[in-house]
């Protein structure tokens, strides 16, 4: 079992950058692929980035790539997800997953996900 965390969310200005953060505990969290991905209301949880394992392998969702950076640091069991230059339409709750399997270009699904934080609101204003 995997326990996650996150935190950073927060009220940002468009244009503002924002860092996220996923504490993972529990059994062997740092051989696990993760991801992070977010909610709008009344929208579906859609993926923004994952990182594999040693963080070889990173994928970005086009909406975000460019603009955020998916980073790990298995010392400190934590995924970091930095954002820069804030849309009022990312606003939404962030979540952060992990994935016993190999990450691969095609698990960017929630279902390929195994474990899940709480969620971290992000609101941007305009």
């Known amino acids: 079992q995997v326990q996650l965390v996150e935190s950073g969310g927060g009220l940002v200005q468009a244009g503002d950058s924002l860092r996220l953060s996923c504490a993972a505990s529990?059994?062997?969290?740092?051989?696990?692929?993760m991801g992070w991905f977010r909610q709008a209301p009344g929208k579906d949880r859609e993926f923004v980035a994952a990182?594999?394992?040693?963080?070889?392998?990173?994928y970005y969702a086009k909406s975000t790539k460019g603009r955020s950076t998916i980073s790990r640091d298995n010392t400190k069991n934590t995924v970091y997800l930095q954002m820069n230059s804030q849309k009022p339409e990312d606003t939404a709750v962030y979540y952060c997953?992990?994935?016993?399997?190999?990450?691969?270009?095609?698990?960017?699904?929630?279902?390929?996900?195994?474990?899940w934080g709480q969620g971290t609101q992000v609101t941007v204003s305009s």
């Open positions: 997953a992990a994935r016993r399997a190999r990450l691969t270009a095609q698990a960017m699904a929630p279902d390929e996900y195994d474990y």
């Open positions: 529990g059994r062997a969290s740092s051989s696990h692929a």
């Open positions: 990182i594999s394992r040693g963080s070889f392998n990173i």
